[in-house]
């Protein structure tokens, strides 16, 4: 029980913020994470103002507006959205 109480101190997202293609979160022990935003189509398709209003959750994001959530596990492990698929280059 230990173990898990403390990776939910560290993984805890204090900041999150969309700019032209990633997500980037930033953690309560300081680490930055940045993720492809095409990993996340609802959030990749939302406005730049629903992008901004974004709540934080102890181990992850919710962005109401659009009712999208992403775990800092879930970036951590790489684990994309169901339906994800890169951009055509």
Not at 8 to 36: K, M, Q, S, W, Y
Request: charged share 20%; proline share 10%; aromatic share 8%.
């Amino acid at each position: 029980m230990v173990e898990y109480h403390h990776e939910a101190l560290t993984i805890r997202p204090i900041a999150a913020h969309c700019d032209d293609g990633f997500l980037n979160v930033t953690l309560v022990d300081g680490r930055e994470l940045r993720t492809p935003l095409w990993w996340y189509p609802g959030l990749a398709s939302a406005s730049p103002s629903a992008r901004n209003v974004v709540e934080f959750m102890p181990m992850g994001m919710h962005w109401p507006q659009i009712d999208e959530d992403i775990s800092v596990a879930s970036m951590l492990r790489g684990q994309k959205a169901p339906g994800a698929t890169p951009p055509i280059q």
